[in-house]
């Protein structure tokens, strides 16, 4: 069984930047995808990054520039620097990782106020 484990989210004010942090264990394959996606309240979950075992990324359009997706693959760890935050970046962030199947994490509150 994969585990996800989510940390570092929080109330931050509008140009501030947060490091969002997700640690995997169990069986866990060397191929996978591991990223981030979140839902804010009353809309649907979306994408935000995604990073490749070998280091390939893909963001949304909405966080291009802004945000910094990262892994250490030997901690099988996903990271999520995100910078310039926006009120509109307020939503539950998933650390989710694709091997098998998807798994997700429980999710970490990020506020951004104005």
């Known amino acids: 069984q994969v585990q996800l484990v989510e940390s570092g989210g929080g109330l931050v004010q509008a140009g501030g930047s947060l490091r969002l942090s997700c640690a995997a264990s169990?069986?866990?394959?060397?191929?996978?995808?591991m990223g981030w996606y979140r839902q804010a309240p009353g809309k649907q979950r979306e994408l935000v990054a995604v990073i490749f075992s070998g280091g390939i990324t893909n963001y949304a359009d909405s966080v291009k520039g802004r945000f910094t997706i990262s892994r250490d693959n030997a901690k099988n760890t996903v990271y999520l620097q995100m910078n310039s935050l926006k009120p509109e970046d307020t939503a539950v962030y998933y650390c989710?990782?694709?091997?098998?199947?998807?798994?997700w994490g429980q999710g970490t509150q990020v506020t951004v106020s104005s």
């Open positions: 989710s990782l694709r091997t098998d199947r998807v798994y």
């Open positions: 169990g069986k866990i394959f060397s191929i996978n995808v």
